[in-house]
């Protein structure tokens, strides 16, 4: 309890939220910081996500290999969850990236090592049978068959962009997926990231549809899902 002849905040919220609104006024100055507050104010007062879902039969995903130097090698290590959580063989920024995903188990999940000349290139998940899968961007589900696949959360460090990483995985899911039993990939991602869009399409993959959701002023909205194409 604060006395009333301390200097001592009453409110630590409060105090806290001035600290950050004079270090930002110190930082960028009063019209860059109203600039930055009045987009954090329109994020807030109304914020919308949406997923894009893509699928395609497993026989139908092209199959292509990553864009390699000569002698270059390009090799895959398809790894369980155990045994993803017990790699060690890399340096510490991709052990870093990798934590976060692997700190989620979904029961037979399986992790993809793109290696190039031995060092980590990239990497995906995969997934094969029926779940209802969790997606945290929009807050809904996606009900996923006993013999459906999902690619996703594939990432490409970037010394190897540029080299079509993404895409050879998305061949090689299909190859460990249909040893696995599936007969139909499936993949999302954000619509304002335009890369993996190419990267699906590029491979054969349709676009089915969207889930979509929107908040107001920390307010949430139902949930709008729209089937375009059973594909």
């Known amino acids: 309890m604060v006395s009333a002849g301390s200097s001592g905040p009453r409110h630590p919220r409060l105090s806290r939220a001035m600290s950050r609104l004079l270090s930002a006024l110190r930082r960028h100055g009063p019209v860059p910081t109203a600039r930055i507050a009045a987009v954090r104010l329109r994020a807030f007062a109304h914020r919308k996500r949406t997923l894009l879902f ?3 039969p497993i026989a139908s995903v092209l199959r292509l290999p990553p864009r390699l130097d000569d002698g270059w090698t390009f090799t895959l290590d398809n790894l369980s969850w155990d045994e993803a959580r017990a790699f060690g063989d890399a340096p510490s920024d991709v052990l870093s990236l990798l ?3 692997l700190s989620v ?4 999940q399986r992790l993809l090592l793109a290696k190039i000349n031995g060092e980590v290139a990239g990497w995906c998940i995969v997934f094969v049978g029926a779940y209802d899968w969790p997606l945290t961007e929009t807050d809904t589900t996606l009900q996923l068959g006993e013999t459906d696949a999902v690619f996703i959360s594939a990432q490409t460090l970037p010394r190897f962009r540029g080299r079509h990483i993404n895409r050879a ?4 899911t299909s190859r460990v997926a249909e040893s696995l039993g599936a007969t139909t990939l499936v993949a999302w991602h954000e619509d304002w990231n335009e890369a993996p869009r190419r990267n699906m399409l590029h491979v054969g993959m349709r676009f089915v549809g ?4 929107t908040w107001v002023c920390g307010v949430r909205l139902p949930a709008r899902i729209a089937i375009v194409s059973d594909a």
């Open 54 to 56: 893509y699928r395609a």
């Open 99 to 101: 934590g976060s995903y």
């Open 105 to 108: 188990e979904i029961p037979g």
């Open 169 to 172: 995985l998305m061949g090689e």
């Open 210 to 213: 969207t889930h979509e959701r």
